[in-house]
């Protein structure tokens, strides 16, 4: 009950029998007085920012406190704390929902280009490596879920039908992030830190300079036109730990370079995680459009990523199972999003 609301009746009654002589106006604006500073009393508690509302026994809780049971009564602080509160356990169960559908087909989509990265405001997230952005960004610190939003890329693109891409993996977890995929027909090969992975990198090379070759000889500047003479897959390249891999040799840095300056043309795609960008040439920024913060962002990485005056840190979600995160699209709009984890266990070998 706000006190702005009986201010008024407060101040008249006292007037009135201040001035006329009916005392019973004062005392009921006394009694009134009272009765209001009892509310506000019993409506003085500090919110912690951590708590929720429950339901026991037909009575509301927030935290430990139990609220009054006309909700006339409550603060406006508690009915937006309850209204959040709804809100968090609606999209909570609407996400598992549509996550069950999602893993059924092993996040593979046939009805819109572009490969499904996530839940943003109830509705699916897809980003197109095939539209106007071929390369992809990804930046957080360890344990953020970097590798998470790889793999649901790599099951989404190998589990696409028709079938699409050709995929490559350069995993410098020691195979960790992809190792559940490398029998799928889709999958080129995969290179890790646990093994000498320059004959990989020289395969890659290779491989973008017979595309340049066979672009040459059909008279054609990109492969959509190429498509049209004779088939060809799009193959994505997929880099964990990529600030690691970019440090390992100079074979591997003029890979990554020839990858995002030469391959949109090419159908050749790169998609990178790391945890900074530092060590990471400007040259490669400039040419991969889509970026995707997840975690605690360097604030100077974030500057970087073209975030710095509209993104701050992600916000936790309502379930333990989802991260957030936000993506820059091609556009330069920023998008923020939420993503499942542990989704794609069980799609390696479906």
Known sequence: MQLAWILPSLVIGAYLGATTGSWYML???????????????????????????????????????????????????????ALAHLSAKQNQRLNAERLIELQANCFASANRPGVWLGIQDGKDLFVDLAGKAPHLLIVGPTGSGKSEICRLLSVGLAKSQPSL?????????????????????????????????????????????????????????NIDEFQLCQPLSRMVVIIDEANAYLRSSAQAADLVESLATRGRS????????????????????????????????????????????????????ADDAWRSAKLLDENSRLQEFEFPLGATKNCGSM
């Open 27 to 81: 005392a009921m604006s006394g009694m009134s007085a009272a009765v209001a500073a009892a509310v506000r009393r019993r409506q003085a508690y500090k919110l912690d920012p951590n708590s929720t509302i429950t339901k026991l026994d037909n009575r509301h809780y927030l935290g430990n406190r139990r609220l009054p049971k006309a909700q006339i009564f409550w603060r406006k602080e508690w009915v937006e704390v």
């Open 165 to 221: 891409f050709d995929l490559a993996f350069i995993d410098f977890k020691g195979g960790a992030t992809f190792n559940f995929l490398k029998s799928n027909p889709r999958v080129v090969g995969m290179a890790t830190d646990l093994e000498d992975h320059k004959l990989f990198s020289a395969g890659l090379a290779a491989e973008l300079g017979r595309r340049e070759s066979l672009f040459a000889q059909a008279k054609c500047s």
């Open 266 to 317: 090419l159908g050749v795609h790169l998609v990178m995680a790391t945890q900074t960008l530092t060590g990471i040439p400007r040259q490669i920024l400039a040419n991969v459009r889509l970026r995707i913060a997840v975690g605690e962002v360097d604030p100077v990485d974030l500057m970087q990523l073209g975030m710095h005056s509209r993104v701050g840190q992600n916000r936790p979600t």
